[in-house]
């Protein structure tokens, strides 16, 4: 772990001093060679740090936490050093620096943004179409005719392009976050509706007959068997929908909104080739995406803690 460290505060060291190199240094696309070796060595030597941190089983945060996030900061000092060193230009790929500059510049036209495509269409649209397809999969458990009529047609709707939705939608509930919001319940509905029904029918006939022993009914079996063992299933679809809502709504966006959005933003800022903009809303949904996931899965655990892979995972 001590090598690992060491080895890890030496590449940052190195990574800050040619980052320092890169601004005031020779023109973009003309870096001397000992820049590059100076590269290459903060790339080996964060490397074998990561690999090193990535060993260590105790404190679990380390492995957890610190190796994916000097693995972005990595990811990103490449992206910085490749795009200003080779000269890209701007408008094929923006260097970090100038994305970050976009960010900060415009944190109030962005939030705007982000509300009113992530706080309004996608926790809506998200938490109907959810909500609907788990109460739909309980409802339909019961009936066998159902599942077969419902399944085939969910397979038929998910593969429908969000193309040819949203502008339904958006001639039905009008240009407002509503249509979006309807494209993503559309979205998400099936993914929860097959996944429920599948965790309905993870429970043995064994466990169910033991129920039936004790004299539970249908409701009681739901409630205590069923419904825990299908846990698992139903936050695997809500991670799965966390990720279709985000790409629902900005994708729908692109088919008539008001002057606001993310999906707005992108489809004007790329119209003025205005692409730091473009960069920085895609930071902020990207950031909105991996934050809401990550509070899922957190849930998740709380509530599915007896799931063998954690018990595996804490042994």
Do not use: C
């Not at 269409?121 to 409802?139: I, R």
């Amino acid at each position: 772990m001590k090598a690992g460290i060491a080895a890890t505060v030496v590449a940052l060291a190195g990574a800050t001093a040619s980052l320092v190199f890169l601004g005031p240094g020779p023109s973009p696309g003309e870096m001397p060679l000992g820049f590059w070796a100076l590269v290459i060595a903060v790339v080996g030597l964060s490397w074998v740090g990561l690999e090193r941190l990535a060993a260590v089983d105790r404190p679990r945060w380390i492995g957890g936490l610190v190796v994916p996030g000097l693995f972005g900061l990595l990811l990103l000092y490449l992206w910085q050093v490749l795009t200003v060193g080779f000269d890209v230009p701007a408008v094929l790929l923006p260097s970090p620096a100038r994305i970050g500059h976009q960010l900060a510049s415009n944190v109030g036209l962005l939030w705007q943004d982000f509300r009113q495509t992530f706080l309004k269409s996608v926790l809506a649209g998200f938490t109907l179409g959810s909500g609907l397809g788990f109460l739909v999969a309980v409802l339909v458990d019961r009936s066998p005719f159902l599942q077969r009529g419902l399944l085939p047609l969910g397979a038929l709707v998910s593969a429908i392009p969000i193309v040819g939705i949203a502008p339904i939608m958006v001639m039905w509930f009008g240009f407002d976050w509503q249509s979006k919001a309807a494209v993503i319940v559309i979205m998400t509905f099936f993914p929860m509706l097959v996944n429920t029904l599948a965790g309905l029918g993870a429970a043995s006939e064994i466990e169910r007959d033991l129920m039936h022993s004790y004299a539970a009914g249908y409701g009681q079996t739901l409630r205590k068997l069923r419904l825990p063992s299908a846990l698992p299933f139903i936050f695997n679809a809500l991670k799965i929908n966390s990720t279709l809502a985000l790409i629902g709504g900005i994708v729908a966006e692109f088919f008539g909104t008001p002057v606001v959005g993310m999906g707005f933003r992108i489809s004007v800022e790329i119209g003025r080739m205005n692409v730091d903009m473009v960069w920085a809303t895609i930071a902020v949904a990207a950031l909105a995406g991996s934050i809401f996931y990550g509070i899922l899965a957190l849930i998740e655990r709380g509530f599915t803690f007896w799931h063998p892979s954690y018990r595996q995972e804490r042994s």
